[in-house]
């Protein structure tokens, strides 16, 4: 009968504050599902904001935890509800893109993936969110094809799509960004070095606000340098101030500001331009960039320190020039030499002017100009993202007239539309503004509608007579490179023939299999198949990915797998594929 007055206790008798330390220890969808199994558990976890606001610091960087502990006003289930949203919905659509793009000539255009816009433009922070989502994405694709596995949406493929959208988002984020300094006249060289890093490089944001926090690392050092340690002399001051006042010289301040990045940094500058020495960041923790970049530190040093400087840019010169007396039309002139910091006496060309009042001026789009022609210089033929980001910035300029230039009338509209408020609202990336989101969103619909230019859909059954398959890596025999293949015929098609170069002296004629492969060297050639022979051994080609990945999933560790659509065009492949994979695990075993 005593056994019968127990009560057995239950889970509903825990205390809420007991189970809400418990499920801290579980992911949100544990948590979600837990809240599902009564009204109870339901209104408890809905309602904690701290239990959510530890989810989202579990699962997002600090960086993006941040940002929305600052505008989230302590909402974080919505919050986190949102981003897991718009996750779905990119990787959703990501995933589709291959089957709607991959028969389209032409590039992915600003038209094409106009609903990525609409997304980013939904909240203040979608945005930030979806960029963070894409590069993201990016990273973990990367690791995974690094595994030899594929899984969507972590494959090249998904991968390409994600960086053109990236590339159209921030590409229109940042022609507001030039507008709107433009029109306020502030595009500092510093800043002006990031605007081009930010316009390349989409993997990554490279704030202002990281580098000027960078940069007066650099004055605060200066300050220490000159630090007035006489109390009698009166308060304290900084160097700013003190510059003002006549207290200190500008001779003086330059010499601190060159001690401090030459004799303690060790600073070197290098011709090459490139994600490293063009990364003000990176240079100053590396100690080492080119010579533009070095020039736009000192220039910022210099102006925080109120000393003036002007960075004259050409689209083969540069030098930093420094004025003991602006006002003063005849007042010498002295360049700061970039190398080290000496101050020189600035030399005359010849065939100039004799009158000295006409001197140039630093200007924000010749000092871009000259950060393009150096970057282009350095990085040659090479074809990649970046590369092709920098073209673009041509188009934004105005330099490239051409009728398909995506971003052709971008500064025309933006300046007609820019009202004072616009102005004067701040733009941030992390938190966009209404009337921002307003203008990226026009940007979008701005953008020249072109006809898709659509590829003839073949389907090549496997002919005998074709020895190699798709993604296959094999060597040319006569011209001593590798490559990937991407494609075949069972015979030399007419209108290559005027494109055969090396490969018109052939053993067989023209009657034998072509192969359309992708040379070492990133060039797009047309090969007789006598002149190829499999690679046994072959390595991944990192730098020829972003040419094939429309095609191709990933490298299995053999060859390049296609991806569904390439598996559509050449649907025997595979197994060709597979038979001189086995042949080249026999080869290893053996050898």
């Known amino acids: 009968m005593e056994n019968e007055n127990v009560i057995t206790p239950t889970i509903e008798c825990i205390p809420n504050e007991v189970i809400l330390l418990i499920l801290q220890y579980n992911n949100r969808n544990e948590i979600v599902s837990f809240g599902m199994t009564c009204k109870r558990f339901y209104e408890t976890i809905k309602s904690n904001q701290s239990l959510w606001k530890k989810?989202?610091?579990?699962?997002?960087?600090?960086d993006m935890f941040e940002v929305v502990n600052e505008h989230c006003n302590g909402n974080w289930l919505e919050e986190l509800k949102r981003i897991c949203i718009i996750k779905k919905q990119v990787y959703s659509e990501l995933i589709r893109m291959s089957h709607q793009f991959y028969w389209q000539a032409n590039d992915v255009t600003l038209q094409n993936i106009k609903h990525f816009f609409s997304i980013a433009t939904n909240n203040n922070l979608s945005l930030y969110y979806i960029i963070y989502i894409l590069q993201d994405l990016i990273k973990k694709g990367n690791k995974t094809v690094e595994t030899f596995v594929s899984k969507k949406p972590f494959t090249l493929t998904e991968m390409h799509y994600a960086k053109v959208i990236l590339r159209h988002l921030i590409h229109g984020y940042l022609a507001i960004k030039l507008a709107k300094s433009h029109l306020r006249r502030e595009l500092p060289p510093e800043i002006v070095v990031n605007f081009f890093l930010q316009w390349i490089d989409h993997e990554n944001l490279h704030l202002d606000e990281n580098v000027n926090n960078k940069l007066q690392v650099l004055v605060n050092k200066v300050e220490s340098l000159l630090e007035n340690k006489d109390s009698s002399k009166g308060p304290f001051m900084t160097i700013q101030e003190r510059c003002a006042k006549g207290l200190i010289s500008q001779e003086k301040v330059l010499d601190a500001i060159t001690q401090v990045i030459y004799r303690q940094r060790h600073m070197a500058v290098t011709t090459t331009a490139n994600l490293q020495t063009l990364d003000i960041i990176k240079v100053l923790e590396n100690k080492?960039?080119?010579?533009?970049v070095v020039g736009a530190i000192y220039h910022a040093v210099a102006r925080k320190?109120?000393?003036?400087?002007?960075l004259v840019a050409f689209p083969n010169h540069l030098f930093l020039e420094w004025r003991p007396n602006w006002d003063d039309p005849n007042a010498p002139a002295y360049t700061i030499d970039l190398n080290n910091g000496e101050l020189k006496p600035k030399r005359r060309c010849p065939f100039s002017q004799n009158n000295h009042s006409n001197r140039y001026e630093y200007h924000p789009d010749a000092l871009l100009q000259s950060i393009y022609s150096s970057f282009?210089?350095?990085?040659?033929s090479i074809e990649d993202w970046n590369t092709q980001n920098a073209l673009l910035l041509l188009d934004l300029l105005g330099i490239n007239q051409m009728e398909q230039n995506a971003y052709r009338s971008f500064f025309i509209f933006l300046f007609d539309n820019m009202r004072d408020l616009d102005i004067n609202t701040p733009l941030n990336i992390k938190y966009m503004s209404d009337v921002h989101l307003q203008l990226l969103m026009l940007l979008a619909s701005r953008s020249i509608s072109t006809e898709p230019s659509l590829k003839e859909i073949v389907v090549k059954r496997h002919d005998s007579r074709v020895q190699y398959a798709i993604g296959m890596v094999c060597y040319h025999l006569k011209l001593n490179y590798v490559c990937i293949v991407r494609g075949w015929d069972p015979c030399c098609r007419a209108e290559w023939l005027n494109r055969m170069g090396m490969e018109t002296n052939l053993n067989f004629g023209m009657d034998q299999p072509f192969y359309y492969v992708v040379a070492v060297d990133q060039s797009i050639r047309y090969v007789a198949q006598e002149n190829l022979k499999d690679v046994q051994r072959p390595t991944r080609l990192y730098h020829l990915e972003d040419i094939i990945a429309r095609e191709f999933t990933h490298f299995d560790g053999f060859a390049y797998v296609p991806n569904d659509e390439k598996r559509?065009?050449?649907?025997?492949d595979?197994?060709?594929a597979s038979m001189y994979r086995s042949r080249a695990v026999i080869y290893a075993i053996t050898f």
Request: aromatic letters at 12%; a negative charge; one cysteine or more.
């Open 55 to 62: 989810e989202f610091k579990k699962t997002f960087s600090s």
């Open 288 to 292: 080492i960039g080119n010579a533009i």
């Open 305 to 310: 320190c109120n000393v003036k400087c002007e």
């Open 376 to 380: 282009r210089m350095s990085m040659g």
């Open 568 to 572: 559509y065009e050449y649907p025997d």
């Open 574 to 576: 595979e197994a060709i």
